[in-house]
């Protein structure tokens, strides 16, 4: 299986799919894909850290300096937050090992869905459906 998604949608996915409730196969299916975004976000995490390490500001002890709120201290912060916007909006490939049907199975979750959505919810279940379309007009052209 694989398909893409913006970094910024990857948290709000695996957020809004934790939250479905769902049985059997199709609890399964979601439980994969769960896993794969999480791999996904690691990687982000890492490219963020990546960031910090570079524009993080360090004190005499080399350890990092915290603004009241508890978030590290940026030095060159437009800089700083260009690089994590673009990080941001980067496309992530989504690939893994599951079964052959498991794109198809995951956009039946999404198209079956009937709850309410709003705010990163609605958000995210719009960027996952268009993940799934595409992967499944590109599995079809092949």
């Known amino acids: 299986m694989k398909i893409n998604l913006q970094n910024s949608y990857l948290v709000p996915s695996i957020n809004f799919l934790q939250g479905i409730k769902l049985k059997g196969k199709q609890s399964r299916s979601r439980s994969k894909l769960v896993k794969l975004l999480t791999k996904s976000l690691k990687t982000l995490q890492e490219d963020e850290n990546a960031l910090l390490d570079q524009y993080g500001e360090r004190d005499d002890d080399g350890e990092f300096v915290k603004e009241e709120n508890g978030n590290i201290k940026v030095t060159k912060k437009a800089e700083w937050q260009k690089e994590h916007r673009e990080l941001l909006e980067t496309i992530a490939e989504i690939e893994g090992g ?45």
């Open 98 to 142: 599951t079964y052959v049907n498991h794109i198809d199975d995951c956009k039946k979750i999404l198209d079956d869905y009937d709850g309410e959505l709003d705010g990163a919810n609605a958000e995210a279940y719009d960027a996952l459906l268009d993940a799934f379309e595409a992967a499944k007009k590109e599995k079809e052209g092949k």
